[in-house]
């Protein structure tokens, strides 16, 4: 079915008006009583638009139905199998009973993708990937699509249920805060969302925070990484998205922790929101946090697993540098079951190897394949950039290192009498 509206062609704001089109498809007459019967048959080949009935009624006759099918799908009734043909025959369906009727598009009967293939320019016209969190679409428009920034947002909101708000990202993520500023193409300039995780909800001010729905999956891994009623310590905690089903879900203790006090605010939100009391909440500098929370706790002698997640990936390994003489002096009599989740971005073709170099050079200290539990590409960023993590077990001599053997200022002046310390 021809859909073309060479009329609409490089529209740059959106004018619903000119989104009108008579097509002709086929369709075929049945008996009111013999539709659900049929549909065996025709389901398949119905047409399928928006908010146009494929099942309508005959004019003046209030006995028989009319189905209207897809021309792309359905040719004649001699193309369809044997036994359908049988079964059509048995409810009176003959070639007498098609026809083509005229229908009379206009705008809301257009899907978004038929909207965006007749006006963006040709060969270009899909629009680019978007994730949605909560209400908000969220692009990330690529130069030759700016120009029709205003008209991509209104089709977003006009064609997609329950949203709101459309934007497109403007600006580098923030490595500190892990925020970008954002332009309002369509709709509300309303950034409070929630949004549905890991059977766990999360509110926060999408505007301030870094939320990255691609990256539920990832979230859901760890989740089920994590033994039931182990430890967490989450070092870039965001809102949550480890911190609270690890609490909630597999019933860890858990020490979350996030540099951005707006982050922190929302981590606290999502904490009391479901219901989790397991989480101790922190908003500290990374290395800080690992330094002044985890000694304590090491020197109780846990004997439960502990976790470690590092999802920062454009600066995590660099913060590997504080476990290095995190326990020095101290004398393990019992192995910590200490496991790393570290996450950063590498290239392609090197992109293994290149992980594993970059934790062995923070660390100062070589990683053995018994110590390494998997290496995950999470997703990809850009043909020639990917997100890794790494997860690995720490090697006790990292922890143990005597102090002259660290490079690191900041361990040294953080290092604390934690022999006489209880937790």
């Not at 600066?315 to 003489?325: N, P, Q, S, Y």
């Amino acid at each position: 079915m021809d859909l073309s509206l060479p009329d609409v062609r490089g529209m740059t704001e959106l004018d619903r008006a000119k989104f009108t089109k008579e097509v002709t498809v086929p369709s075929v007459e049945i008996q009111s009583k013999n539709v659900g019967k049929s549909m065996s048959v025709f389901k398949k080949y119905l047409l399928k638009m928006e908010k146009l009935k494929p099942v309508t009624e005959v004019q003046g006759n209030d006995e028989r139905r009319k189905l209207l099918l897809d021309p792309i799908l359905f040719d004649t009734l001699d193309k369809l199998r044997e036994d359908d043909q049988q079964k059509l025959s048995e409810l009176d369906v003959n070639k007498n009973s098609f026809s083509n009727t005229c229908l009379h598009l206009e705008y809301h009967n257009f899907r978004m993708d038929d909207v965006f293939k007749a006006v963006l320019p040709e060969g270009k016209e899909g629009c680019t990937s978007y994730s949605r969190i909560g209400h908000i679409i969220h692009l990330n428009l690529r130069d030759h699509l700016l120009p029709y920034k205003n008209l991509i947002g209104q089709v977003l909101v006009d064609k997609l249920i329950g949203v709101k708000t459309v934007v497109n990202k403007s600006s580098a993520i923030d490595s500190t805060y892990r925020n970008f500023q954002m332009e309002v193409l369509a709709g509300e300039a309303d950034f409070v969302t929630e949004v549905k995780e890991n059977l766990c909800t999360f509110k926060f001010d999408f505007s301030q925070v870094y939320w990255n729905s691609r990256l539920c999956t990832e979230h859901e891994r760890i989740i089920k990484l994590l033994p039931q009623k182990s430890v967490l310590f989450d070092v870039f905690a965001g809102v949550g998205p480890f911190s609270v089903p690890a609490a909630k879900i597999r019933k860890c203790r858990v020490f979350a922790n996030d540099l951005n006090p707006l982050s922190y605010y929302w981590l606290k939100e999502n904490v009391r929101l479901n219901k989790v009391e397991n989480i101790e909440t922190f908003n500290l500098d990374g290395r800080r946090f690992i330094r002044e929370q985890m000694p304590p706790f090491l020197l109780a002698r846990p004997t439960e697993p502990i976790h470690v997640t590092m999802n920062l990936p454009a600066l995590a390994v660099e913060f590997l540098d504080a476990f290095i003489g995190l326990l020095s002096g101290v004398e393990l009599d019992l192995l910590l079951d200490i496991t790393v989740h570290v996450y950063s971005f590498c290239e392609e073709s090197s992109a293994f190897s290149e992980m594993r170099t970059k934790v062995e050079s923070a660390l100062k200290h070589s990683i053995e394949n018994e110590q390494i539990v998997e290496l995950v590409d999470v997703r990809d960023v850009s043909p020639k950039k990917h997100m890794l993590r790494l997860s690995f077990r720490i090697p006790p001599d990292v922890l143990t290192k005597a102090a002259e053997e660290e490079t690191s200022s900041e361990p040294k002046r953080l290092k604390l009498d934690l022999e006489t310390q209880d937790r």
